[in-house]
């Protein structure tokens, strides 16, 4: 089935350490996203890619940095610089960033810190 | 900027019922897409329902419909019958072609409660 998968399901982590959310899609869409989702607060946009090899800041990136190496892949790594990362993260994607389809959602990661 | 407001941070329905969320969004667009996600416990999003502005009509699907109401930049979701199942985090958001971006921008959500 077709489907976009987000891995670990939980993840830790220490003080000072990057740590990298892996969002991976077989839906052949072009553009994939990167949500931070907090109580209270709805659905954050951090980073987007439109397609391959790009990928653009959206609204809360400091902390964050992303790559899209991959059409299927587009990874987050939360970065020390990031002080306050204990959320859950969803992944999106679209079949064309071009275009008011509605996105299609991973099953999320929750990051802790330890 | 483009934002979307839900007012009601909880609600609660009893089984059966029928119950109404509420979404006012703010844009001087005129070309644009709202949508209801829904985030049970498992905390998946899954589109409930859709609907293009320059559509009159209200979108529904089974038992979920909306009451679009453009000129006061209202969008609410009625949910008919209401199940166990409809226990979630349900948010509503809004998408426009302003500017290329297509970036879609969500409300803080409503939590809704079905009592047995």
């Known amino acids: 089935d077709g489907g976009i998968t987000q891995s670990p399901k939980y993840l830790f982590r220490k003080e000072g350490q990057n740590v990298t959310l892996s969002c991976e899609q077989n839906l052949n869409h072009d553009a994939m996203y990167w949500y931070r989702q907090d109580p209270g607060q709805g659905l954050r946009l951090i980073y987007y890619s439109q397609i391959v090899n790009d990928f653009q800041k959206g609204d809360i990136a400091e902390g964050y940095s992303v790559s899209r190496e991959k059409k299927e892949s587009f990874p987050l790594t939360v970065t020390s610089a990031q002080k306050n990362p204990t959320a859950f993260y969803l992944c999106a994607s679209k079949v064309t960033p071009y275009s008011n389809q509605p996105q299609h959602f991973g099953d999320g990661t929750r990051l802790s810190i330890l | 900027a483009q934002t979307v407001t839900q007012s009601q941070p909880e609600m609660s329905v009893q089984e059966a019922e029928t119950v109404t969320l509420s979404c006012t969004y703010d844009?001087?667009?005129?070309?644009?897409?709202l949508f209801w996600y829904k985030q049970p416990p498992s905390r998946q999003m899954i589109l409930v329902i859709r609907?293009?502005?320059?559509?009159?009509q209200n979108a529904t699907e089974n038992r979920f419909s909306v009451n679009f109401q453009k000129a006061a930049k209202s969008f609410s979701l009625k949910i008919s019958d209401s199940q166990l199942g409809d226990t979630a985090m349900y948010f509503c958001?809004?998408?426009?072609?302003?500017?290329?971006?297509?970036?879609?921008?969500f409300g803080k959500g409503t939590k809704l409660s079905v009592i047995p």
């Open positions: 958001a809004f998408i426009f072609s302003g500017a290329g971006s297509y970036q879609l921008t």
């Open positions: 609907q293009e502005a320059y559509k009159q």
């Open positions: 844009t001087s667009e005129s070309n644009y897409y």
